[in-house]
T-cell receptor
Framework: DAGITQSPRHKVTETGTPVTLRCHQT?????MYWYRQDPGHGLRLIHY???????DKGEVSDGYSVSRSKTEDFLLTLESATSSQTSVYFC????????????FGPGTRLTVL | GDSVTQMEGPVTLSEEAFLTINCTYT??????LFWYVQYPGEGLQLLLK?????DKGSNKGFEATYRKETTSFHLEKGSVQVSDSAVYFC????????????FGTGTRLQVTL
């Protein structure tokens, strides 16, 4: 299995509080991604990174920011959490662009009350 | 924009039954196509993929053929097992897009004895 960990695995927080989710990889892969999974929507891309300090928005980026200060870590921050951000968040990594497989982490279940 | 449409679930089958999960896509150019599987409480893992028209991806008894003329990538298995119970996602990725995946909404498969 690809070495991807996510922390925390579960989190309950209150509306308006900041939240940071961490994705850590030991594969030295160039690309990293954050997705959210919601019933009826499948997985939707929030942000992705194509290198250290190089990030770009996905289709549902509003309310989220990311940072990648080193190859192995990709942080997702909710500056002020809202109930609509209750979801399961998955990190993924990929070695090269094109048709290469993405490897997924175990997910973080976030509940915003 | 790109999109993937999967058949609605859940799909309930008896063990040893034949499985088909339909997937069609809309995308410019020649995307790569994937099937991912998600077992309960886990992240997604790649099941199979196809990168050009008429390619057949196969793994663990599952197959899917890239049909450009019908923009489809239907998943099939000749004889399902209880252990195949999971959620199956069809996805596409276009070359030059940092391997970003566009997912369908997922199809839950429940196999009973």
């Amino acid at each position: 299995d690809a070495g991807i960990t996510q922390s925390p695995r579960h989190k309950v927080t209150e509306t308006g509080t900041p939240v940071t989710l961490r994705c850590h990889q030991t594969e030295n892969h160039r690309y990293m991604y954050w997705y959210r999974q919601d019933p009826g929507h499948g997985l939707r891309l929030i942000h992705y990174s194509y290198g250290v300090k190089d990030t770009d928005k996905g289709e549902v980026s509003d309310g989220y920011s990311v940072s990648r200060s080193k190859t192995e870590d990709f942080l997702l921050t909710l500056e002020s959490a809202t109930s609509s951000q209750t979801s399961v968040y998955f990190c993924a990594i990929s070695d090269t662009s094109g048709d290469n497989e993405q490897f997924f982490g175990p997910g973080t279940r976030l509940t915003v009350l | 924009g790109d999109s993937v449409t999967q058949m609605e679930g859940p799909v309930t089958l008896s063990e040893e039954a034949f499985l088909t999960i339909n997937c069609t896509y809309t995308a410019t150019g020649y995307p790569s196509l994937f099937w991912y599987v998600q077992y309960p409480g886990e992240g997604l893992q790649l099941l199979l993929k196809a990168t050009k028209a008429d390619d057949k991806g196969s793994n663990k008894g599952f197959e899917a053929t890239y049909r450009k003329e019908t923009t489809s990538f239907h998943l099939e298995k000749g004889s399902v097992q209880v252990s195949d119970s999971a959620v199956y996602f069809c996805a596409l990725s276009r070359t030059g897009t940092a391997s970003k995946l566009t997912f369908g909404t997922g199809t839950r498969l429940q196999v009973t004895l």
